[in-house]
């Protein structure tokens, strides 16, 4: 209907169904403004918009109709969902629930959501049971939010939950055509070798190798240096403040996209089954470099901080 929509209004060819995506991988900028500005202040939003806005990842990904949309209502699913821990509102879990619903509509990476939310609401059952508790309507509101929204979909998937993953089936690595694929590619003899090859494939994207996919096959990196040396810095700080939800978040947000979009599919790493923790890392980066930024801003003279420091 997305796509119908936007070729209604730009025309129905390459072009209008193109502007599907250039849409949606626009709204997603102003999104993650939102969401940064809810998990760690406005700065942390700012940082964040500008590091996506200027991804050459994201911006090619924005002109590829079936994986800009898994992005924007993956921020908007989380955006609602901890405005509504926060607020205490029904009408934010069930934004967070539709939002989610459609975002299952989308591109199969966007089935990680549903991992997120369920280890963030066991994390919580852990860390902060009488939040859970208190919100236990908010929580039930979400759920059928997100079932009302993935609609008759949910027919398919009951009676074939195969269909719900997609061709996850067909690129797994304990698939053993697979295997035996990515043991003559790596040129090992060994299950163990090849798991070893498919980490350091898929966890050093971000600095070292490129896309393996034909969707776009940049030569380079993920992101750029200098988001890659926040990166670091962000998830760090993330594993250090693991008891509180929003870090526990963005850390399982990354590591359960890594692990399942690569680490075990075929020929990582594969960007189209990536790009969904671009906001995982754009936040994450800009948590990082914000927090820099303050310890730098504090070693100056009193007399220098007000010029520099943050409104």
């Given at each position: 209907m997305m796509?119908?929509?936007?070729?209604?209004?730009?025309?129905?060819?390459?072009?209008?169904?193109?502007?599907?995506?250039?849409?949606?991988?626009?709204?997603?900028?102003?999104?993650?403004?939102?969401?940064?500005?809810?998990?760690?202040?406005?700065?942390?939003?700012?940082?964040?918009?500008?590091?996506?806005?200027?991804?050459?990842?994201?911006?090619?990904?924005?002109?590829?109709?079936?994986?800009?949309?898994?992005?924007?209502?993956?921020?908007?699913?989380?955006?609602?969902?901890?405005?509504?821990?926060?607020?205490?509102?029904?009408?934010?879990?069930?934004?967070?629930?539709?939002?989610?619903?459609?975002?299952?509509?989308?591109?199969?990476?966007?089935?990680?959501l549903v991992i997120l939310v369920v280890m963030l609401f066991l994390w919580m059952l852990i860390w902060k049971r009488d939040v859970v508790a208190d919100l236990k309507s908010g929580w039930i509101t979400l759920s059928a939010g997100a079932l009302l929204a993935f609609g008759p979909m949910l027919s398919v998937v009951l009676f074939d939950f195969s269909a719900f993953v997609g061709r996850s089936n067909l690129v797994a690595l304990w698939k053993p055509t697979v295997m035996t694929h990515l043991m003559g590619k790596y040129g090992v003899d060994s299950t163990s070798q090849v798991w070893l090859e498919q980490f350091k494939r898929t966890f050093l994207t971000f600095f070292l190798y490129p896309d393996a996919s034909t969707h776009f096959g940049f030569p380079g990196p993920m992101v750029n240096a200098l988001t890659a040396v926040l990166l670091i810095l962000g998830f760090g700080y993330a594993l250090r403040h693991l008891r509180d939800e929003r870090y526990f978040t963005l850390a399982t947000w990354l590591l359960a996209t890594l692990l399942l979009g690569g680490v075990s599919t075929n020929d990582p790493p594969f960007w189209p089954h990536l790009v969904i923790a671009l906001p995982a890392v754009?936040?994450?980066?800009?948590?990082?470099?914000?927090?820099a930024w303050k310890i730098f801003v504090e070693a100056m003279p009193k007399s220098w901080q007000w010029g520099v420091g943050f409104a």
């Open positions: 796509m119908a929509g936007s070729m209604k209004l730009f025309g129905a060819d390459l072009f209008g169904l193109s502007m599907t995506a250039v849409i949606q991988g626009t709204l997603t900028i102003p999104a993650l403004y939102l969401l940064g500005r809810e998990l760690s202040g406005r700065w942390v939003g700012l940082l964040a918009a500008g590091l996506i806005a200027i991804s050459y990842t994201h911006i090619h990904f924005s002109r590829i109709v079936t994986t800009a949309s898994p992005l924007l209502f993956a921020i908007l699913s989380f955006y609602f969902l901890f405005r509504g821990l926060r607020l205490q509102r029904n009408v934010c879990f069930a934004l967070a629930g539709i939002s989610m619903g459609i975002g299952l509509l989308t591109y199969y990476p966007s089935r990680v754009m936040l994450l980066a800009a948590i990082a470099g914000e927090r």
